[in-house]
């Protein structure tokens, strides 16, 4: 990076010559060393976004084998030890490994698209990411296919995930999954937080950003603050069964809250950072159906991030029955009704824009605007189970089942299928069918209220959580078997969206590069992006680069002249704050370093997980010679640089 | 009370329960007023929609700045905040009534979350009114029972939903939650924290009376086994007291383990195996028998009793009443 701090980057325009010159530079090399050794965002993004619903597919089907057990009463599908399983690995798979990827996956292809920039700040760390993703997700799905998936739960309280309780191999599969999934959250939040600081085009200013950003940025440093505290408390469930630590143990002075109170810390936050960027797509998407810009931008991006904080002060709502003070549960209880305000701010900016504005319906439209009432049935249903008393009613039952599908279905799967209506055409330069789309939206709106709405009376008729039957006198019969119903419609509508994809994907109708008449700078590109994203790196003055003429800004952003940054694989490096370009950065080749680095990484774990220290050490040298091939210095990359200087 | 949902609590019979119910019922409605409030808000927007349909007839509609519309968001938290501070308020005035344990409660009860069942103590003064029994509570009707809770494996969660609500049983801390009756009747607890494979099948069932018939009721846990009285009886104790004797209970008798529930007065009781059975002579049978086809992974050891020893221990704990 060094010898291209004081070169002054050239402004040019563009022209054929430049944009070949720049795809010499950006273009991946063909092959599987070119497919293994990709570090361009787009394709990373999209892998993170294929995979997360392949996740997001087996999720849906382990609960639609919980459904018909629970269609009726006294059923016997599946055995007590099967159903926990299902149960415990339907919520691993939806919350880890589909929620939270799966926006990672658009924040990485989108972010570089939307700040003006060419990649993201590391992109080999962020291919290094993906790979632990899916090798730690594989890792957790080799436990559950060999008999050894998570018994306890998503969220695995002891004693019953120790040793003593649980001896099998399922609760090590969770734990070693679970730290080895923390890497790739942690390295992707780092990249998302330096990414957002440091490679936003010149102009583009912290009040100009997109709320995606804004939302994926609070995730991130949310992230960063709070998996360490997961990663620990299966650290130290692994030592504790393991190697007799007592972390978790009353015998040997150890405390079963401090789980608790080490899952939840990390737990609450998560939430957030798994709807906060979805919830910033819809603050992007909307307004573009509405023909107008989103009302009250600050507030919304103040409100996101004022959320995160709040966020960070509500976790012992998880945990009000487990015979806390009444003083400290009473400050928990009001920052947990207090959260509600800036969750509302969102939705009457949202309400206000559609109202103000000049709606059209689209699918993705549609996705959006009707994410709004799941938002709210999802926020209120949260509302009630913020008091302490009436949450000693409804909490570990279905009512709160209902409350968190609406949350998690409600506030993610409904902006991210909008987002892949709103977004697909960008990525594969086709848009989807929008008669199909009307299909779609409807078939998974009704039947996902047919499932989740019945449930907050099956909660309030008092079903507990977790539970693989129940007996016919109590009176939950017909709720169940419309909840299963509905999953069933809901799983038909998510399967046409996978039919329109297919359908779409060579016979779509071809897509300009800006087929909705949207305004941020993704838009200003061809459908698809070129590898390079933009040829001249624009220089932004309004919150609207595209939109600039037709509303009311004093300057205009610069698309059609910019820097060349054509010497090397480069891009430009900017101010925090006010995004002054400050600084060449040159990117990275292609590389497979960090797949045989995630290699490494999962033998290490495969190693631990059988208890083969030899394996694990072994696997250890190809890891650190990954590392060491990583961080190698390039004489390549600097060598280039005097030619073009 | 509602018989039809045996553990809805938005039909309540006890105190603690009572006491919630009013928060419940307001922060229910304000939530589905606010839910139709914002819907209707939404769907009027949407009628104002100028087209239906994709890309071309999304470029067709000019973009325009259009008004700020930021008093949408001041207002919107103007009118939230009122129901929220309501909410507030009133949320820490019913914890202030209902968390509380009495300080001179008529009973007191130690209660222990097992895999899969509830150990009960009746904590009794003098000594020797303090016994043991097993997924059922008798408490006089209009009187506070405090309950002290207790971890003995993982955690479970103690709830009768029209009585009271939850509060956890954790190993290495003892947690106190409290039950009073406002109307006789049976009333069925669920465990509500997940406990593992039999987690759906532990039930504790709260038979709360009238004073007499309570009385009477402890009166009789107090009495010793009874004798055999016949000769299948006879064989019957000698095979409880053998076999059954390690890990259960039957006060006054050989049989002295707690492993498992106590069983004393075991005919006495309204259900088997927590709540999976109502208390037959053919149940008990078939429970004693077939105890994992009926609860996959509970710990009771299957005996292998021939038909005949199995009608004699029937025999002999029938008369435990």
């Given at each position: 990076?060094?010898?291209?701090?004081l070169?002054?980057?050239v402004?040019?325009?563009?022209?054929?010559?430049?944009?070949?010159?720049l795809?010499?530079?950006w273009?991946?090399?063909?092959?599987?060393?070119?497919?293994?050794?990709?570090?361009?965002h787009?394709?990373?993004?999209?892998?993170?976004?294929?995979?997360a619903?392949?996740?997001?597919?087996?999720?849906?089907?382990?609960a639609?084998?919980m459904?018909?057990?629970?269609?009726?009463?006294?059923?016997?599908?599946?055995?007590?030890a099967?159903y926990?399983?299902?149960?415990?690995?339907?919520?691993?798979?939806?919350?880890?490994?589909y929620?939270?990827?799966?926006?990672?996956?658009?924040?990485?292809y989108l972010?570089?698209?939307?700040?003006?920039?060419?990649?993201?700040a590391?992109?080999?760390?962020?291919a290094?990411?993906?790979?632990?993703?899916?090798?730690s997700?594989?890792?957790l799905?080799?436990?559950?296919?060999?008999?050894?998936?998570?018994?306890?739960?998503?969220?695995?309280?002891v004693?019953?995930a120790?040793?003593?309780?649980?001896?099998?191999?399922?609760?090590?599969?969770?734990?070693?999954?679970?730290?080895?999934?923390?890497?790739?959250t942690?390295?992707?939040?780092a990249?998302?937080?330096?990414?957002a600081?440091?490679?936003r085009?010149p102009?583009?200013?912290?009040?100009?950003l997109?709320?995606?950003?804004w939302?994926?940025?609070?995730?991130?440093?949310?992230?960063?603050?709070?998996?360490p505290?997961?990663?620990?408390?299966?650290?130290m469930?692994?030592m504790d069964?393991?190697f007799?630590t007592?972390?978790?143990?009353?015998?040997?002075?150890?405390?079963?809250?401090?789980w608790?109170?080490?899952?939840?810390?990390?737990?609450?936050p998560?939430?957030y950072?798994i709807?906060?960027?979805?919830m910033?797509?819809?603050?992007?998407?909307l307004?573009?159906?509405?023909?107008?810009?989103?009302?009250g931008?600050s507030?919304?991006?103040v409100?996101?991030?004022?959320?995160?904080i709040?966020?960070?002060?509500?976790?012992v709502?998880?945990?009000?029955?487990?015979?806390?003070?009444?003083?400290g549960?009473s400050?928990?209880?009001?920052?947990?009704?207090?959260?509600?305000?800036?969750?509302a701010?969102a939705?009457?900016?949202w309400?206000a824009?559609?109202?103000?504005?000049?709606?059209?319906?689209?699918?993705?439209?549609?996705?959006?605007?009707?994410?709004i009432l799941l938002?709210?049935i999802g926020?209120?249903?949260g509302?009630?189970?913020?008091?302490?008393?009436?949450?000693?009613?409804?909490?570990?039952?279905?009512?709160?089942?209902?409350?968190?599908?609406y949350?998690?279905?409600g506030?993610?799967?409904?902006?991210?299928?909008?987002a892949?209506?709103?977004?697909?055409?960008?990525?594969?330069?086709?848009?989807?069918?929008e008669?199909?789309?009307r299909?779609?939206?409807?078939?998974?709106?009704?039947?996902?209220?047919?499932?989740?709405?019945?449930?907050h009376?099956?909660?309030?008729?008092?079903?507990?959580?977790?539970?693989?039957?129940?007996?016919?006198?109590?009176g939950w019969?017909t709720?169940?078997?419309?909840?299963?119903i509905?999953a069933?419609?809901?799983?038909?509508g998510?399967?046409?969206?996978?039919?329109?994809?297919?359908?779409?994907?060579?016979k779509g109708?071809?897509?300009?590069?800006?087929?909705?008449?949207?305004p941020?700078?993704?838009?200003?590109?061809?459908?698809?992006?070129?590898?390079?994203?933009?040829?001249?790196?624009?220089?932004?003055?309004?919150?609207?680069?595209l939109w600039?003429?037709r509303?009311?800004?004093?300057?205009?952003?610069?698309?059609?002249r910019g820097?060349?940054?054509d010497?090397?694989?480069?891009?430009?490096?900017?101010?925090?704050?006010?995004a002054?370009?400050?600084?060449?950065?040159?990117?990275?080749?292609d590389?497979?370093?960090?797949?045989?680095?995630?290699?490494g990484?999962?033998?290490?774990?495969?190693?631990?997980?059988l208890?083969?220290?030899?394996?694990?050490?072994i696997?250890?040298v190809?890891?650190?010679?990954?590392l060491?091939?990583?961080?190698?210095?390039?004489r390549?990359?600097?060598?280039?640089?005097?030619?073009?200087? | 009370?509602n018989?039809?949902?045996p553990?809805?609590?938005?039909?309540?019979?006890?105190t603690?329960?009572?006491?919630?119910?009013?928060?419940?019922?307001?922060?229910?409605?304000?939530?589905i007023?606010?839910c139709?409030?914002i819907?209707?808000?939404?769907v009027?927007?949407?009628?104002?929609?100028?087209?239906?349909?994709?890309?071309?007839e999304?470029?067709?509609v000019?973009?325009?700045?259009g008004?700020?519309?930021?008093?949408?968001?001041r207002?919107?938290l103007?009118?939230?905040?009122?129901?929220?501070?309501?909410?507030?308020?009133w949320t820490m005035v019913?914890?202030?009534?209902v968390?509380?344990?009495?300080a001179?409660p008529?009973?007191?009860?130690?209660?222990?979350?097992?895999?899969?069942?509830?150990?009960?103590?009746?904590?009794?003064?003098?000594?020797?009114h303090?016994?043991?029994t097993?997924?059922?509570?008798?408490?006089?009707?209009?009187?506070?029972v405090l309950?002290?809770?207790?971890?003995a494996?993982?955690?479970h969660?103690?709830?009768?939903p029209?009585?009271?609500g939850?509060?956890?049983t954790?190993?290495?801390?003892?947690?106190?939650?409290?039950?009073?009756?406002?109307?006789?009747?049976?009333y069925?607890?669920p465990?509500?924290?997940?406990?593992?494979?039999?987690?759906?099948?532990?039930?504790?069932?709260?038979?709360?009376q009238?004073?007499?018939?309570f009385d009477?009721?402890?009166?009789?846990?107090?009495?010793?086994?009874?004798a055999?009285?016949?000769?299948?009886?006879e064989r019957?104790?000698?095979?409880?007291?053998?076999?059954?004797?390690a890990?259960?209970?039957?006060?006054?008798?050989q049989?002295?383990?707690?492993?498992?529930?106590?069983?004393?007065?075991?005919?006495?009781r309204?259900?088997?195996?927590?709540?999976?059975l109502?208390?037959?002579?053919?149940?008990?049978a078939?429970?004693?028998e077939n105890?994992?086809?009926l609860?996959?992974g509970?710990?009771?050891?299957?005996?292998?009793?021939t038909?005949?020893?199995?009608?004699?221990v029937?025999?002999?704990?029938?008369?435990?009443?």
């Amino acid at each position: 990076m060094k010898s291209a701090d004081l070169r002054i980057p050239v402004v040019g325009a563009d022209s054929i010559a430049h944009q070949s010159r720049l795809l010499e530079l950006w273009e991946g090399k063909p092959g599987l060393a070119g497919f293994f050794g990709s570090v361009d965002h787009k394709h990373i993004g999209v892998r993170y976004i294929v995979t997360a619903f392949v996740f997001l597919v087996l999720g849906g089907l382990e609960a639609l084998a919980m459904r018909l057990q629970l269609a009726g009463p006294d059923r016997a599908l599946l055995t007590p030890a099967q159903y926990d399983q299902l149960f415990s690995t339907h919520g691993m798979t939806m919350i880890f490994l589909y929620a939270s990827p799966v926006l990672s996956g658009f924040s990485n292809y989108l972010w570089p698209l939307l700040l003006g920039s060419r990649d993201m700040a590391f992109p080999r760390l962020n291919a290094f990411g993906y790979w632990v993703y899916l090798a730690s997700g594989i890792f957790l799905y080799v436990g559950f296919l060999t008999g050894n998936g998570p018994n306890d739960g998503w969220f695995n309280y002891v004693p019953y995930a120790s040793a003593a309780y649980n001896p099998g191999l399922n609760e090590d599969f969770y734990s070693l999954g679970m730290v080895f999934l923390g890497i790739s959250t942690s390295v992707g939040a780092a990249n998302f937080i330096v990414t957002a600081f440091r490679t936003r085009a010149p102009g583009m200013s912290l009040d100009r950003l997109p709320i995606l950003v804004w939302g994926t940025l609070t995730a991130s440093v949310a992230n960063l603050i709070v998996v360490p505290a997961v990663s620990l408390a299966f650290l130290m469930l692994w030592m504790d069964r393991q190697f007799g630590t007592q972390f978790f143990n009353t015998v040997g002075g150890g405390q079963p809250l401090l789980w608790q109170h080490l899952f939840w810390i990390f737990g609450h936050p998560w939430v957030y950072a798994i709807v906060l960027p979805a919830m910033g797509m819809v603050s992007d998407g909307l307004p573009v159906f509405c023909r107008r810009p989103l009302v009250g931008y600050s507030l919304v991006a103040v409100s996101t991030v004022a959320t995160m904080i709040l966020g960070f002060g509500v976790w012992v709502h998880h945990m009000f029955a487990t015979g806390l003070p009444g003083i400290g549960m009473s400050f928990f209880s009001a920052a947990s009704i207090a959260i509600t305000l800036p969750s509302a701010v969102a939705v009457f900016a949202w309400l206000a824009t559609i109202r103000l504005g000049k709606p059209v319906i689209t699918t993705a439209f549609l996705f959006f605007a009707s994410m709004i009432l799941l938002f709210v049935i999802g926020g209120v249903s949260g509302f009630m189970t913020a008091s302490v008393p009436v949450d000693w009613q409804l909490t570990d039952t279905y009512f709160v089942v209902a409350h968190l599908h609406y949350v998690l279905i409600g506030i993610n799967v409904f902006p991210v299928v909008g987002a892949i209506y709103f977004w697909f055409p960008k990525m594969r330069g086709r848009l989807l069918d929008e008669k199909l789309g009307r299909w779609n939206f409807w078939t998974m709106f009704i039947g996902f209220n047919l499932c989740f709405l019945p449930m907050h009376l099956t909660g309030l008729l008092g079903m507990p959580r977790r539970v693989y039957t129940y007996a016919p006198e109590m009176g939950w019969t017909t709720l169940n078997l419309i909840t299963s119903i509905g999953a069933f419609v809901f799983a038909i509508g998510v399967l046409l969206l996978f039919v329109n994809i297919a359908r779409s994907w060579s016979k779509g109708k071809i897509a300009s590069a800006n087929p909705w008449d949207a305004p941020t700078l993704e838009w200003s590109v061809s459908s698809p992006p070129p590898p390079y994203n933009f040829a001249l790196i624009p220089k932004v003055a309004s919150r609207h680069p595209l939109w600039e003429g037709r509303l009311p800004a004093p300057e205009r952003s610069s698309l059609d002249r910019g820097l060349l940054l054509d010497s090397g694989k480069e891009t430009i490096g900017s101010t925090a704050l006010d995004a002054h370009a400050d600084m060449i950065l040159e990117m990275p080749e292609d590389s497979l370093a960090p797949l045989f680095l995630s290699l490494g990484l999962a033998g290490a774990f495969a190693g631990l997980i059988l208890k083969l220290w030899v394996v694990t050490a072994i696997f250890g040298v190809v890891l650190a010679m990954a590392l060491l091939w990583w961080l190698w210095p390039r004489r390549a990359l600097r060598e280039r640089e005097p030619a073009h200087g | 009370m509602n018989t039809a949902t045996p553990l809805g609590y938005l039909d309540s019979a006890g105190t603690r329960a009572d006491a919630i119910l009013p928060l419940t019922w307001y922060m229910l409605i304000v939530s589905i007023l606010v839910c139709v409030i914002i819907g209707w808000i939404l769907v009027r927007a949407l009628r104002r929609s100028r087209a239906n349909g994709g890309d071309e007839e999304t470029r067709a509609v000019a973009v325009e700045e259009g008004p700020s519309g930021t008093h949408w968001i001041r207002n919107g938290l103007l009118i939230s905040s009122v129901p929220l501070l309501v909410a507030l308020v009133w949320t820490m005035v019913t914890l202030a009534a209902v968390s509380g344990p009495p300080a001179r409660p008529a009973l007191t009860l130690d209660v222990v979350g097992h895999q899969w069942w509830w150990e009960v103590t009746y904590d009794g003064t003098p000594a020797a009114h303090t016994f043991t029994t097993a997924n059922e509570i008798h408490i006089p009707v209009g009187q506070r029972v405090l309950v002290r809770l207790h971890g003995a494996d993982v955690i479970h969660s103690f709830w009768v939903p029209k009585l009271s609500g939850k509060t956890d049983t954790i190993p290495g801390q003892t947690n106190l939650s409290w039950l009073e009756a406002r109307v006789p009747g049976v009333y069925t607890g669920p465990c509500s924290e997940y406990c593992g494979e039999q987690h759906a099948h532990m039930m504790v069932q709260v038979v709360a009376q009238s004073s007499a018939q309570f009385d009477q009721w402890f009166a009789q846990q107090l009495q010793p086994a009874t004798a055999p009285t016949d000769s299948a009886s006879e064989r019957g104790a000698a095979l409880f007291e053998y076999r059954c004797g390690a890990c259960h209970q039957i006060r006054g008798t050989q049989a002295g383990a707690h492993a498992g529930p106590d069983l004393s007065h075991i005919a006495g009781r309204r259900t088997l195996a927590a709540g999976l059975l109502p208390n037959t002579p053919g149940t008990l049978a078939a429970w004693i028998e077939n105890a994992h086809g009926l609860k996959p992974g509970n710990q009771m050891p299957n005996q292998n009793l021939t038909g005949g020893e199995l009608m004699d221990v029937i025999a002999y704990l029938e008369l435990q009443r």
